[in-house]
């Protein structure tokens, strides 16, 4: 079976603009869940998808957002970024609901905010 | 707000060595709590502990749950070089169609040779 798959890998913006990060889970999870990890405050959760359902988010401003798809590939979102953006954005897919909590990442995306 | 806590922060060992990292937590809804490793890449699944007091085991490393006092221990016997890495656990927080996990910091475990 494939692993999750992030896309892109590694990404370069400038304070401002807007950036979408892309997830494929593990086929047949329908769970996804984005972190975001840096040095100083370690894998801190974003948002949490089910069956195209925002289940839980994290306490992150309203410039992070998310959304799934029907195949449960998800993206999220940054608008206006800033500097302390910068960080590896993991997400992580489950097979939740079919009574596992183990949560499967990506290789993660490498976001640097100029 | 959940929490969880892992001690020591870091650890420095000789290869050989045996050693004991700490996760305590206080999650709502608390199900299940993640061991990972992460070398430099994405995080790596060691266990899920769900039931207290049950060994999970896999070659060198275990690990328990202790649901009452609300910790768990991940330990590591005859240490390798190849162990190197941050090791961190996760709590669950599943309570209705609640789903989320909480993250401590991470133990950086530098095994020497």
């Known amino acids: 079976k494939a692993g999750v798959t992030q896309t892109p890998r590694y990404l370069i913006k400038t304070r401002g603009q807007q950036v979408t990060l892309s997830c494929s889970p593990i086929?047949?999870?329908?769970?996804v869940s984005w972190y975001q990890q840096t040095p100083g405050q370690g894998l801190q959760f974003l948002f949490e998808?089910?069956?195209?359902?925002?289940?839980n988010k994290g306490n992150f401003p309203g410039r992070f957002s998310g959304r799934q798809f029907s195949n449960s590939r998800s993206e999220m979102n940054v608008s206006t970024l800033e500097l302390g953006d910068s960080a590896l954005y993991l997400c992580?897919?489950?097979?939740?609901?079919?009574?596992?909590?183990?949560?499967?990442f990506g290789p993660g995306t490498r976001l640097t905010v100029l | 707000e959940d929490k969880v806590v892992q001690s020591p922060l870091s650890l420095v060992v000789h290869e050989g060595d045996t050693v004991t990292l700490n996760c305590s937590y206080e999650v709502t809804n608390f199900r299940s709590l993640l061991w990972y490793k992460q070398e430099k890449k994405a995080p790596t699944f060691l266990f899920m502990l769900t039931s207290s007091g049950i060994e999970k085991k896999s070659g060198r490393l275990s690990s328990i749950l202790d649901k009452k006092e609300l910790f768990s221990i991940l330990n590591i016997t005859a240490t390798q070089t190849g162990d190197s890495a941050v090791y961190l656990c996760?709590?669950?927080?599943?309570?209705?169609?609640?789903?989320?996990?909480?993250f401590g910091k991470g133990t950086l475990l530098t095994v020497n040779p």
């Open positions: 086929s047949g999870h329908r769970s």
């Open positions: 996760a709590g669950i927080n599943s309570g209705g169609s609640n789903y989320k996990l909480t």
């Open positions: 998808y089910f069956s195209e359902t925002q289940r």
């Open positions: 992580a897919s489950s097979p939740w609901d079919r009574g596992t909590d183990t949560q499967y």
